[in-house]
Structures are given as structure tokens and as C-alpha cells.
T-cell receptor, first 116, second 114 residues
């Protein structure tokens, strides 16, 4: 498809389990973002990649959260020892290149994570 | 500390009338603003944007107004259509910042009644 895809769309985890969420950005897009959207809130920035380089991870809430994009395309967000407060929709966005600051971020449908 | 605020959680309008969605921001470093639209079970979709060097940007039925002195922007939809019913997010970024991350408001649920 032409858009950003994410898998799985839904994930239920028991507290303490590790989870891995995948993002396939639009082909050729240099920049990739992860956002977390809690119920009733707007998306909140987690981390940013330019190609394979993770340039900003200031939004990751704890060291249980880890993201990678080893070949500059597909990205994985990993959450270790999940807690109930990790329950949220995790959104991935990509954009072609950020030289002007006006490049549109295209979002995937998100992965809804529920931690029991 | 909410840097982008959408104080109306919901708005209901009649088809054909104008919808006005409001957004306030507190961070004076923000100089690029966007509106995203979100349907249930889908990701946000870009709608329209405005740079701080402008005070108005128009795209078809959608117009965004920016009042920098008041740190306020609004989205006007004229005429409103039932298909416009969705959650609208206001977002802001720092032009020329290191990564252009977006800071979002909490969203406003717009319902357009036939």
C-alpha cells in the first residue's frame, strides 16, 4: 500500500510481558516518528529517526521503552515489562525529508495496546 | 503543562453551517501550526497548515486563521458536511527545530448533523 502501515493493529498483553510494535513507513521517507496517544488525549511525541539514526528520544517515558530502525526503513518500538499505564494507541508517522520544516507527517492507523 | 490547548472537547453544527474550532498555545517558540483530522480506528490525517509569517491560509472549504499576539488559531469549515464529523487535532512545531516533532492538543470532536 501507499500509506504508513503498522502491525499488529491490536495487542493485548499481560502485565510484565514484553511487546514489539512494527511500523512500515512510506517508501523513501527519511523521517520517522513514534507518538503515544492515551485515551482522551492528543498524540504525544516519543522518539524520532532520520534514516537509521535516532536523533531524539526525549519523549520515551522510561528505559523500558526502546525503538530502533536499523536499516532506515522499518521501525520497531519495544516495550519491556509492560505496565497498565502503557495502555494506549501507538502511532507511527513518516515524512519525506525535513529540510523546510513544512514537510507533512503521514500517520499510520496505530497499534492499540491494552495491558491487563 | 499543556502547550497546545483545545478547550472545547466537542462541537455540534448543522449541515451547511460554519464550524469553528479553536486552539490556543503557550509556547512562543511555536511558529508552524497544523490541523489534523481523525476518524475512529484510523490515524490522524493532515488537513491544513499555516506558518507564523501568515495570518490566514485557505484550502477549499477549510481556512485556518492565526493570531500570533493572542497565541490563538482557529479552523473554519464552510459549509460543514456530515463527512466532516471527526476529531480535529491542533498541532504545533518549531520551524527549523532539530526534529520538527509535533505537539498536539487534546482534540475537538466535531459532529455535523444532516
Amino acid at each position: 500500500g501507499a500509506g504508513v502501515s503498522q502491525s499488529p493493529r491490536y495487542k493485548v498483553a499481560k502485565r510484565g510481558q514484553d511487546v514489539a510494535l512494527r511500523c512500515d513507513p512510506i517508501s523513501g521517507h527519511v523521517s520517522l516518528f513514534w507518538y503515544q496517544q492515551a485515551l482522551g488525549q492528543g498524540p504525544e511525541f516519543l522518539t524520532y529517526f532520520q534514516n537509521e539514526a535516532q536523533l531524539d528520544k526525549s519523549g520515551l517515558p522510561s528505559d523500558r521503552f526502546f525503538a530502533e530502525r536499523p536499516e532506515g526503513s522499518v521501525s520497531t518500538l519495544k516495550i519491556q515489562r509492560t505496565q497498565q499505564e502503557d495502555s494506549a494507541v501507538y502511532l507511527c508517522a513518516s515524512s519525506f525529508i525535513l529540510t523546510s520544516g513544512t514537510d507533512t507527517q503521514y500517520f499510520g492507523p496505530g497499534t492499540r495496546l491494552t495491558v491487563l | 503543562d499543556q502547550q497546545v490547548k483545545q478547550n472545547s472537547p466537542s462541537l455540534s453544527v448543522q449541515e451547511g453551517r460554519i464550524s469553528i474550532l479553536n486552539c490556543d498555545y503557550t509556547n512562543s517558540m511555536f511558529d508552524y501550526f497544523l490541523w489534523y483530522k481523525k476518524y475512529p480506528a484510523e490515524g490522524p490525517t493532515f488537513l491544513i497548515s499555516i506558518s507564523s509569517i501568515k495570518d490566514k491560509n485557505e484550502d477549499g472549504r477549510f481556512t485556518v486563521f492565526l493570531n500570533k499576539s493572542a497565541k490563538h488559531l482557529s479552523l473554519h469549515i464552510v459549509p460543514s458536511q456530515p463527512g466532516d464529523s471527526a476529531v480535529y487535532f491542533c498541532a504545533a512545531s518549531v520551524y527549523g527545530g532539530s526534529n520538527y516533532k509535533l505537539t498536539f492538543g487534546k482534540g475537538t470532536l466535531l459532529t455535523v448533523n444532516p
